[in-house]
């Protein structure tokens, strides 16, 4: 009898299988957070081009994220791309004009083109 109770089960698992699949919901996208996440441990590894993709990704879901293009721009800098990050930190600083570290951030990038009296504003 057991047999008989295994079989039937057995059965009709691959349908309740197939219909309970159909119920579940999609996969959710990743949020800004988990991107963000992975983009700053990505960073701190020295992957800047994962990092910037993945700083891409989140200002995408959040285009007015200061941080992220504040980090993009870091990512660029990071990778040679001066005029990129530029661009980038000065998007953030125009997000968050009050911002410190938007200011340091700029800075820093202005002081590793050799212009010192650049930074020196963006420092104060």
Known sequence: MKSGFIIILTAFAPGLCAQAQKQQPAPAQETATVIFARALDEQRKGDFAAAKNDYDKIIVLEPTNATAFGNRGNAKLAS????????????????????????????????TRGDLDAALLDYN
């Open 80 to 111: 040679g791309d001066f005029d990129g990050a530029m661009s980038d930190l000065n998007r953030a600083i125009q997000l968050q004009p009050i911002s410190a570290p938007c200011y340091y951030n700029r800075a820093n990038a202005w002081e």
